[in-house]
């Protein structure tokens, strides 16, 4: 972390967090994941497709009409279909389990908010839905987000997640400039 | 041969377990490499912190070489795993609204999870934006289906595209990618640099793991590019199976069974005529398409994505050429096909006799009959006729469609 970023912490770390891995190390082992799942599996990783079939799943709960008549959602979670019976949402299940397990262990677990100086928190957390909506709805129009369509495209050389990669750093780029009072 | 389907040979909760198996694997990484921390995914467009490119790339770099060695060595079967479909500018677009989603909410998909599971609030926030963007997604994309399927180009590869063997690109990418990943390290470095944040022992420690890193890389990229990928006959020479299946006699189907399969409505049938254009014009069974021998390897694609059920049917005079159009075929066990037992002789010998003269001591694989006029299919006996019994399938064994990944957009 560095010294721009202050956190809202509402509970105090029980111990120091250990620092992050080396990015070139953790990168190695991202890659063995990803290579181990191709080959014992076929099927590449993923990340927003799980997410999706879960808020399938719970609007289905709340509005199951709505669920029924609209055909993009049709396909998920239709009928007697259950949205959550496919090997993505394992894979969600896994990043979340994951996640906590090496985030406990390392001392880094803590209830707080991550932002910038210069914003309220409730600020940060509407930033941050926004940005997730805006996420969620380029994942489902690219097919798969930065792990689904490019982690996996990138490394099975498909044209498509190429192109779509240089325009994630391309639209990141482009904006940066303009909202850096969020960050530092 | 790799890849395998884990919820069809363990069962659902079990196959399920794998990819929760994974799933942490993947969640794990990502935490240690802080990605469950937004200052650490943004500073990479502010010239500041440049993790994500570092370990993005490192490891698709890592998965590229490994995916393309083990293909190479025949271990893994490049064709049946899940490749990212190309629509290009849904995809485009799509990019750039992840582009977007990170600057404004600090994470991608999957690293917000990480970060929820981390107990950041803004993480939770993100992800819960995710969901509502998904199902945003889901009411409103009829009003541009057309644009959401536009410019679609199939399973479309970088080696496809510019026309080089793979193990070439796979170089290419790793030497780009290496000298990306050390140009957005010195960015890093002259940040912290200013910072006052970087010291000595860590300027060392990164050069060591880059360099060991990058030489890996290289050397297993001049292995993929020197072992290069099988070939249709590499395939076929390492699938003991269906050696057997022809040794055994196990790949040729009698014309009547094959009669039988072409009216059977369980089964699609797809008859594929190997002779030359004088031969097909001559004399051809009724819905057979004539292809040269060439165009094999290019129509496996097209074969693997017809439905299931589909069963191809190969035939020359003989048997000669519709053998080795067959070895193509099932070379890679991804299309369900069988050679017409004794070819087109055969057929004209049992069904249309009669109306031809037969050529004395015919070359192999040529026509064993004089046929006087080019009528095609319109000779009565090209039309084959429904059998009035329908008796067990001896030869044609139907099959599921060969597993392919699904991947990451399901």
């Given at each position: 972390?560095?010294?721009?970023?202050?956190?809202?912490?509402?509970?105090?770390?029980?111990?120091?967090?250990?620092?992050?891995?080396?990015?070139?190390?953790?990168?190695?082992?991202?890659?063995?994941?990803?290579?181990?799942?191709?080959?014992?599996?076929?099927?590449?990783?993923?990340?927003?497709?799980?997410?999706?079939?879960?808020?399938?799943?719970?609007?289905?709960?709340?509005?199951?009409?709505?669920?029924?008549?609209?055909?993009?959602?049709?396909?998920?979670?239709?009928?007697?279909?259950?949205?959550?019976?496919?090997?993505?949402?394992m894979l969600d299940i896994g990043v979340l389990l994951g996640g906590?397990?090496?985030?406990?262990?390392?001392?880094?677990?803590?209830?707080?908010?991550?932002?910038?100086?210069?914003?309220?928190?409730?600020?940060?957390?509407?930033?941050?839905?926004?940005?997730?909506?805006?996420?969620?709805?380029?994942?489902?129009?690219?097919?798969?987000?930065?792990?689904?369509?490019?982690l996996n495209g990138a490394a099975t050389l498909s044209v498509g997640s190429w192109a779509f990669l240089l325009a994630f750093f391309a639209g990141g780029y482009l904006l940066a400039y303009f909202v850096k009072k969020l960050w530092f | 041969?790799?890849?395998?389907?884990?919820?069809?040979?363990?069962?659902?909760?079990?196959?399920?377990?794998?990819?929760?198996?994974?799933?942490?694997?993947?969640?794990?990484?990502?935490?240690?490499?802080?990605?469950?921390?937004?200052?650490?995914?943004?500073?990479?467009?502010?010239?500041?912190?440049?993790?994500v490119f570092k370990t993005m790339f490192t490891s698709v770099l890592v998965a590229m070489v490994l995916i393309f060695l083990t293909s190479g060595l025949g271990w893994l079967d490049y064709d049946r795993i899940f490749v990212p479909p190309t629509y290009f500018w849904p995809g485009v677009l799509g990019g750039l609204l992840l582009g977007f989603g990170i600057i404004l909410g600090g994470y991608c998909p999957g690293t917000s999870m990480v970060s929820s599971a981390s107990g950041h609030l803004d993480g939770i926030f993100f992800v819960a934006g995710v969901m509502a963007g998904g199902l945003l997604f889901g009411n409103v994309v009829d009003g541009f289906w057309e644009f959401y399927n536009s410019s679609f180009m199939g399973r479309f590869t970088l080696p496809e595209w510019l026309g080089l063997p793979t193990g070439v690109v796979v170089f290419g990418a790793v030497v780009m990618g290496i000298l990306l990943?050390?140009?957005?390290?010195?960015?890093?470095?002259?940040?912290?640099?200013?910072?006052?944040?970087?010291?000595?022992e860590e300027v060392k420690k990164d050069r060591k793991i880059l360099s060991v890193v990058s030489l890996m890389l290289i050397v297993g990229a001049l292995a993929v590019m020197l072992i290069g990928q099988p070939s249709l006959a590499d395939a076929w020479n390492r699938n003991t199976e269906k050696q057997t299946l022809l040794a055994e006699g196990k790949a040729f189907v009698p014309a009547e069974e094959m009669t039988q399969a072409i009216y059977d409505p369980l089964i699609n049938p797809i008859l594929l005529d190997v002779r030359n254009e004088?031969?097909?014009?001559?004399?051809?069974?009724?819905?057979?398409?004539?292809?040269?021998?060439?165009?094999?390897?290019?129509?496996?694609?097209?074969?693997?994505?017809?439905?299931?059920?589909?069963?191809?049917?190969?035939?020359?005079?003989?048997?000669?050429?519709?053998?080795?159009?067959?070895?193509?075929?099932?070379?890679?066990?991804?299309?369900?096909?069988?050679?017409?037992?004794?070819?087109?002789?055969?057929?004209?010998?049992?069904?249309?006799?009669d109306?031809?003269?037969?050529?004395?001591?015919?070359?192999?694989?040529?026509?064993?009959?004089?046929?006087?006029?080019a009528r095609g299919a319109k000779w009565p006996s090209a039309i084959p006729e429904q059998p009035h019994e329908k008796k067990p399938y001896e030869i044609i064994k139907l099959q599921k469609k060969a597993p392919t990944g699904a991947g990451g957009c399901g």
């Open positions: 972390m560095t010294a721009a970023t202050t956190t809202e912490t509402k509970s105090k770390p029980k111990r120091t967090p250990k620092p992050y891995a080396n990015a070139i190390l953790a990168g190695v082992l991202l890659g063995l994941v990803l290579f181990l799942v191709y080959f014992f599996t076929g099927d590449g990783l993923g990340a927003s497709g799980g997410a999706n079939r879960i808020a399938i799943w719970l609007a289905k709960i709340v509005a199951p009409a709505w669920v029924n008549s609209t055909p993009y959602l049709i396909k998920y979670g239709g009928g007697v279909k259950n949205p959550l019976d496919s090997f993505i949402v906590f397990l090496s985030a406990w262990y390392f001392g880094r677990f803590n209830i707080e908010t991550i932002k910038g100086p210069q914003v309220k928190v409730s600020f940060r957390w509407l930033m941050a839905f926004l940005g997730g909506t805006l996420a969620g709805f380029g994942a489902r129009m690219a097919r798969g987000c930065t792990s689904g369509q490019g | 041969m790799a890849p395998f389907d884990p919820v069809e040979i363990l069962g659902k909760p079990l196959g399920y377990l794998v990819f929760v198996l994974f799933g942490m694997g993947f969640g794990v990484t990502l935490e240690i490499a802080g990605f469950g921390l937004a200052h650490k995914l943004v500073g990479q467009f502010y010239f500041k912190d440049q993790t990943i050390w140009g957005s390290d010195a960015i890093e470095k002259a940040w912290k640099r200013r910072e006052g944040i970087l010291t000595q004088r031969d097909f014009n001559l004399y051809h069974l009724e819905g057979a398409r004539r292809v040269d021998m060439e165009q094999i390897p290019d129509m496996i694609e097209d074969l693997v994505n017809e439905p299931d059920g589909t069963v191809v049917f190969v035939m020359s005079n003989d048997e000669t050429a519709a053998i080795e159009a067959w070895k193509m075929l099932v070379a890679k066990n991804t299309v369900n096909a069988y050679v017409l037992k004794g070819g087109i002789n055969g057929w004209i010998e049992e069904f249309g006799a109306k031809f003269v037969p050529v004395e001591n015919h070359p192999d694989d040529t026509l064993a009959w004089i046929i006087p006029e």
